[in-house]
């Protein structure tokens, strides 16, 4: 059964992309069939970090009816890949039929796909809670800093309030080590769960890294480079901590319903 995760975050600068994309590269490691979907639309830059020149976006999809599968790029670790597009103007203020109608069309890779990775929109728009909440597992990347706090715990209440997304995995990104994750996750959690009725689980943390920094600059993400360092057994965990986390119960359409 194809299950779908998204990688979200309250603002941008915490690292959401480049998780989504070594998350996507790590579930490939461990054997399964990943499709990494880049939603920000008009402003997609998973490309960049995957290294991967895309030849069809989702705009062949909206506006040309290309299949889905005819709009997929081959990226490292046969990891498949559909980008958003950048640059792409018409794209950035998407429609909600037109979010609803892409979210189906997912449905026609179900059998070739055992996961979809989604990187959402940073913030709380729209499009952000529109895919946030048609995915099976939500995470929500954060770092140690009260303004990433602040942002999270807004993008939390607005996916709650809006679209009643219940469940919710933290991922803490740039931390020394673990302890320090599950520091900076007890303080947000204790501060979530004072004012909203949402669950949290904690699905681990990447540390601050030099190498990760530098894959960005490369174009060549460190699941793809690196084989057994911190930063990979980091992702490692991750991965398998979120794959093992609460499902959430999307209440209108979904990926792969």
Known sequence: MTTSIAVASGKGGVGKTSIAVNLALTLSRLGSRVVLFDADFG???SHILLGVNPKKTAQDILVSN????????????????????????EL????VKARYELIRTFDSIAESTDILVVDVPAGASDSSITFSAA????????????????????????????AGVENFS??????????????????????????????????GHVPF???????VVQRRPIMVTKQDTVESR????????????????PKGVSFFD
């Open 170 to 203: 933290v991922l803490v990104n740039m931390v020394e080590d673990e302890k320090q994750g599950l520091q900076h996750f007890s303080k947000f959690q204790a501060i979530v769960n004072r004012f909203l009725n949402v669950k949290l689980s904690y699905c």
């Open 92 to 95: 950035l203020n998407l429609e």
């Open 234 to 249: 980091a992702f490692m965990g991750v991965a398998k901590s979120i794959q093992s986390a609460p499902k959430s119960e």
């Open 209 to 215: 890294s030099h190498r990760i920094r530098q894959s």
């Open 135 to 162: 995915v099976d597992r939500l995470v929500v990347v954060l770092v140690g800093e009260p303004t990433s706090f602040m942002d999270a715990y807004t993008f939390i209440k607005a996916a709650s309030l809006e």
């Open 66 to 89: 290309t299949p889905i599968k005819d709009s997929l790029s081959p990226g490292p670790l046969g990891l498949k890949f559909l980008s958003g597009g950048s640059g792409l103007t």
């Open 43 to 45: 402003l997609a830059n």
